[in-house]
Nanobody, 116 residues
Framework: QVRLVESGGGLVQAGASLRLSCAASGLTFSTMGWFRQAPRKEREFVAA????????NYADAVKGRFTISRDTAKNTVYLQMDTLKPEDTAVYYC???????????WGQGTQVTVSS
């Protein structure tokens, strides 16, 4: 059974940092990523990392503030979020691509709230 379990969300003030974790089990993935969905908005891409090699990609809105990384031994992907802004408030979802065709597995989401 494939499972993606996120943790690390919370309520912080603007300028603070948070680190999200996503522990994966049940399958080997080619790419893992983070998406977010704010109230009344569509889900949007945040960051992704190629499992082999570690190449990364970021949305323009988070470049320079967020860092995606992975621990291959723990099968876990992280999202370090620094200099958080109120507009970063959203439910953050971990996602995994098992075969290179797109993100086909999703976590349950973790809430991140940034107060001004």
């Amino acid at each position: 059974q494939v499972r993606l379990v996120e943790s690390g969300g919370g309520l912080v003030q603007a300028g603070a940092s948070l680190r999200l974790s996503c522990a994966a089990s049940g399958l080997t993935f080619s790419t893992m990523g983070w998406f977010r969905q704010a109230p009344r908005k569509e889900r949007e891409f945040v960051a992704a990392i190629i499992w082999r090699g570690g190449s990364t990609n970021y949305a323009d809105a988070v470049k320079g503030r967020f860092t995606i990384s992975r621990d291959t031994a723990k099968n876990t992907v992280y999202l370090q979020m620094d200099t958080l802004k109120p507009e970063d408030t959203a439910v953050y979802y971990c996602a995994a691509d098992s075969d290179g065709s797109g993100f086909n597995f999703w976590g349950q989401g973790t809430q991140v709230t940034v107060s001004s």
